[in-house]
């Protein structure tokens, strides 16, 4: 039996351009649990990496496509209607994060802004926070 059957269909199903959106949605949402669970794994402590965000982002704005312009599911619609707001919020605040980041003097490494001494050599950082110097 072949995957893809002579009239198009794929595992007997038939499929639109909807349904791959829907689709391509469904797995970016499903992967970040991975991509979370494999950071935290790697780490030894529960961490939420940036691309868990940017998955759930375009994972929910596909789903959200799907069923404002597919299904037309109230249900659905409101389920995935406002969760890119804190989605788009967290990679606000990653980015701010990073942005303020101190680079060490000694060895060029990044540390987090609120970071008194470098993680990597243990030099005093400068940072730009009067209440830390
Ligand atoms: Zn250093």
Not at 46 to 67: E, I, N
Not at 120 to 130: D, I, S, V
Request: proline letters at 3%.
């Amino acid at each position: 039996m072949s995957l893809i059957s002579g009239d198009g269909n794929f595992l007997g199903v038939e499929w639109n351009t909807w349904q791959v959106i829907g689709w391509l949605g469904n797995i970016a949402f499903f992967s970040r649990f991975f991509v979370q669970w494999y950071a935290s794994e790697k780490q030894k402590r529960v961490v939420v990496p940036v691309a868990f965000w940017w998955l759930s982002l375009v994972g929910s704005m596909l789903l959200l496509l799907y069923a404002l312009f597919y299904r037309r599911d109230s249900v659905f619609i409101f389920a995935y209607g406002f969760t890119w707001i804190p989605y788009i919020r967290n990679l606000m605040i990653h980015s701010n994060a990073k942005n303020g980041e101190t680079k060490c003097a000694a060895c060029d490494v990044r540390s987090p802004i609120s970071a008194r001494f470098c993680a990597n050599c243990g030099a005093a950082l400068k940072t730009g926070n009067p209440d830390k110097s």
